[in-house]
């Protein structure tokens, strides 16, 4: 048999555990003919463990109308709301400030998403995450 012919490749961002056929996975998966019950209770089984973050999903769509997904990691801004207990980030960032990241708040979420960030290296990750942190108000340091 030969390899499978690849049809589209999506990405979407879904609450853990929370997946169902209706917007944004149903238009987006009916569109290419896919059984979409099959991936909510796939995605929903995966990530029921997570519940209450947004975990983006990457689903590779094949010609044969089947598909396979693999989840990625919470983006950062959710992380940081989460690890900081706030609601959002600052209307009017650097001008209100929302909370403080500690450096080793920062190290933790880094640790968390370096698999899926573009960094070489851990310090490089913190940096990243210490500018997502910025640009929402947060201030960053001790």
């Keep these: ?3 499978k012919k690849v049809k589209a ?3 979407l961002n879904i609450e853990a555990g929370k997946a169902t056929p209706g917007y944004p996975i149903g ?3 009916g569109q290419h003919q896919v059984n979409i019950m099959e991936f909510c209770r796939s995605y ?3 990530t029921e463990s997570q519940a209450g973050l947004v975990i ?3 689903i590779t769509i094949f010609e044969d109308r089947t598909f396979t997904f693999i989840t990625k990691t ?3 801004s959710d992380l940081i709301k989460k690890a900081l207990g706030i609601e959002k980030g600052s209307p009017k960032p650097p001008r209100e400030e929302v909370g ?3 450096r080793e ?3 933790a979420i880094a640790k968390t998403k370096l698999p899926d960030v573009n960094a070489t290296d851990l310090e490089a990750a913190v940096r990243m995450v210490e500018g997502t942190a910025r640009s929402m108000g947060v201030k960053v340091g001790n």
């Design 56 to 58: 983006p999903a990457e």
């Design 1 to 3: 048999m030969g390899k």
């Design 74 to 76: 919470p983006p950062t």
């Design 100 to 102: 403080q990241l500690s």
């Design 9 to 11: 490749v999506l990405r």
């Design 105 to 107: 708040q920062a190290l």
């Design 44 to 46: 929903n089984e995966q």
């Design 27 to 29: 238009p987006a998966l």
